[in-house]
């Protein structure tokens, strides 16, 4: 049997491998703590779940248009209007089979071989797998941990080349939890604008945000901006409906357009039942996210205290998401291991925690730590890395 050379270039997913190892463990009988997950630990609220049995009950469970349900399109585009301040017309919205095939589905219908794409990391570890799929190259460009995970104009300005196509901004960040300010996403925007780069806007956690700062899409800054941007979203986050898999994308009509036209011939269109659940998701006047925001803020405030404590482990305060992103540098060099995938494979060994090596985010000196989970096991975890890190001091 033979497997293409694109699949080949693939670097399996390190959160899933960690999550599986942990799953295995538990398995067996082990008290594994894992903070490697990238949802919710929140049920999909009831009404949304009385949403899609309703839809079930009525019959609404045949094909749909491959770019969505009218209605949930019409949705979104009140969802743009009331949060982003955004105007979409429905030919610019395509509904999804979850935000990463948004992201999947647009590299394919703008990128050709050879194509570069800009992806500053710490990333999220599917960018540049997806670019490298639809035949693109991806080229990294580290945003510093001394700039707040933040790539800068100049960075981006020395970057492109004749070949490049795009730039991907993720605000709020997954791994880093941090975000761009209206000022900088502006600078970013202007540079995009000069060099006509494609701006790719993954907004999937917008509303988990834990300051006072505002969430801001690059593309509500200017209608030049807008018309140079892709913006991509979903409901996984927002409504912890992660398993259900809606997303969507909007931007430009002829990008939409080629989008639409590449799921009808894939996934034929996102799940009837799941769009029905979406809807009532986005009619509902309540938030989920409200009490959402106040359990995450409790738990972020907690763990990044106790993990401030911990010998050389240091930590940037993130402003969204739901991720901490330390640097572990020192505390992987005095415990006398070489990489801090090594240092955190043997974190799991003996302590069950399973946390995620930054080297799958291109941060290879930091590890990412989920505080889905509750306040009782993000406790006792930091408990288990300080012992850990304390047993190992070399």
């Not at 589905?105 to 997806?130: A, K, M, R």
């Not at 100049?154 to 880093?176: G, V």
């Not at 269109?269 to 998701?281: D, G, M, R, V, W």
Request: with cysteine.
């Amino acid at each position: 049997m033979h497997i293409s050379n694109r699949v080949k270039t693939l670097t399996p997913s390190t959160t899933l491998a960690i999550t599986a190892k942990a799953k295995q463990l538990k398995l067996e009988g082990y008290d594994v703590i894992g903070l490697g997950a990238g949802e919710p630990d929140f049920n999909t609220p009831e009404y949304i779940l009385h949403a899609a049995k309703n839809a079930m009950d009525q019959g609404l469970t045949k094909y749909t248009p491959a770019g969505g349900v009218a209605d949930l399109k019409q949705a979104i585009i009140q969802k743009f209007s009331n949060d982003n301040q955004l105007e979409y017309k429905p030919t610019e919205v395509i509904v999804t089979t979850g935000a990463k095939h948004a992201l999947y589905t647009l590299f394919q219908v703008i990128l050709n071989d050879g194509d570069e794409v800009i992806v500053p990391s710490p990333y999220w570890v599917s960018y540049p797998e997806q670019v490298k799929l639809a035949g693109g190259q991806p080229v990294i460009l580290e945003a510093t941990e001394e700039n707040n995970f933040k790539l800068t104009p100049s960075q981006l300005e020395t970057s492109i080349t004749e070949k490049t196509k795009a730039l991907i901004i993720n605000s709020p960040s997954n791994p880093t939890g941090m975000m761009y300010s209206e000022d900088e996403l502006r600078q970013l925007g202007e540079v995009c604008l000069k060099h006509d780069v494609l701006i790719i806007s993954d907004e999937i956690y917008e509303k988990l945000i834990y300051t006072d700062d505002a969430h801001i899409s690059i593309a509500q800054l200017s209608n030049e901006l807008k018309a140079q941007t892709v913006v991509i979203n979903g409901l996984s986050k927002s409504h912890a409906m992660t398993g259900w898999r809606i997303g969507y994308a909007a931007g430009p009509e002829m990008i939409i357009n080629a989008m639409t036209n590449l799921a009808s011939h894939s996934t034929s269109n996102p799940t009837s039942i799941a769009q029905y659940a979406a809807l009532a998701a986005y009619q509902e006047e309540k938030d989920p996210t409200i009490e959402m925001r106040k359990v995450f803020t409790d738990r972020l405030n907690t763990l990044y205290d106790l993990l401030e404590e911990i010998p050389g482990i240091t930590c940037l305060k993130p402003k969204g998401a739901f991720y901490l992103f330390p640097n572990v540098t020192e505390a992987v060099k005095n415990n006398g291991f070489k990489t801090v995938d090594d240092w955190v494979a043997a974190l799991l060994e003996e302590e069950k925690v399973a946390i995620v090596p930054g080297s799958g985010f291109g941060a290879p000196n930091n590890i990412r730590l989920s505080y889905a989970t509750s306040k009782e096991q993000l406790i006792e975890a930091a408990a288990r890395i300080k012992r850990f890190v304390e047993k190992h001091q070399a």
